[in-house]
């Protein structure tokens, strides 16, 4: 071999280290800050007070308004206007056609149920009984000067939003996520009843006196529970070291999210996964009843959900996602994200880390926000 094609070899070899470490940094960089488009708003923009069951229904009502804008940008577009949009090579226009048909059918219901004066208030409207009547909706014409800052971020806010929705509906079921049921024992908030809400928190515990115990205090000092879904390696680690953990969840739920955080789609092992989890749970609180799971992205198989439905146990997902785990987001706009949510889908099971300290700022921005305008917070055993 030549000195020159020697030379050549080196410097290939060096240039593709190079690159091949640029992706994996790059790959890494991306898994642990998130995808930058994302679903934010500024609430202080909707310049009016909910501290009523009315003014929940007017925020409400005018939520499905600017969704349902965006909704109609999304509706029915084909493969290669799909796969554009959504950035993505292969797509599943079924799962997205079944994903606009139960999306209308929610929005629909939300419409019926609001009440008569809630409908001529700010944004006057007919009554809705068809899907045909929401596309006859022209906010514009009577847009209230005050509103008009706000509808303008509520179109940004929900045209990113169906961003996340049509992508997640879009690799259903290729790959699984919240956006589809796939057993009659699983439920993912639009399950509940109206207006009713239930807090849970993921990837937990962290260490003593970290983020998960400083959650847990705040849900305590604001009189509320919620569903902690615990990753088994972390629970046993903390029960080693802790032996006054199980004082910590007391009066809140404790639930499964594995053994740890990696997708139980095609995990050939999720039986003992599960298993493994489930009886450090049940050790800690000794009890035998059946321990819900969640799984990590959302993502399991029919095989897997029905397995558990034997037990009496459910897979328990969720329909309003914080992204608190993302590192594009504050702690604020969390919170203002969870807010317009709620008010869009009038139920549903609030997504939160307890690993995370936004959180800890968010909830309680959310449950103030909320005093008075009608809405629960379900206890954990209500589920």
Known sequence: MTKRLVEYNNVYKLTKTIVIGFLLLTNFCLASNGPDKIAKIDRALWPYPIHSAHNFDVASKCEMIA????????????????????DLKKVSVTSVREWEAKTKQIILANFKALTKASLQDLIAINEINTWEDVAKIHPEVKMPSALKAWYQASL????????EQCRLASL???????????????????????????????????????????????????????????????????????????????????ASHGKTHVSHQRLAEWKSSLTYTSDLIQQLTDSDKPVYFRPPYGQRTEELAKSLGTTQSKVVLWNIDSQDWNAHI??????????????????????????????????????????????????????
Do not use: C
């Not at 969704?67 to 959504?86: D, P, R, T």
């Not at 509940?192 to 970290?210: E, M």
């Not at 088994?232 to 809140?252: E, F, P, S, V």
């Open 330 to 383: 504050t702690a604020r706009e969390v919170a203002d994200r969870q807010i317009s949510l709620m008010l869009l889908w009038r139920r549903g099971i609030l997504l939160f880390h307890d690993v995370h300290e936004k959180a800890q700022t968010a909830v309680p921005y959310i449950l103030n926000y909320f005093k008075g305008s009608g809405i629960q917070w379900m206890q954990p055993n209500e589920i």
């Open 67 to 86: 969704f349902s804008k965006a909704f109609k940008a999304y509706e029915g577009l084909n493969e290669a206007e799909l796969q554009q949009k959504l």
């Open 156 to 163: 940004d806010f929900y045209d990113k939003y169906m961003y």
């Open 172 to 254: 259903y079921p290729r790959i699984t996520s919240e956006i589809g049921l796939m057993a009659k024992n699983e439920i993912n908030g639009f399950n509940l009843p109206a207006k009713q809400f239930l807090l849970t928190f993921d990837d937990g515990p962290t260490v003593k006196n970290g983020n998960t115990d400083k959650m847990v205090k705040v849900l305590n000092e604001q009189h509320q529970k919620g569903v902690f879904f615990v990753l088994g390696d972390a629970l046993q680690k903390r029960m080693q070291t802790d032996k006054q953990i199980q004082n910590l969840y007391q009066g809140h739920l404790l």
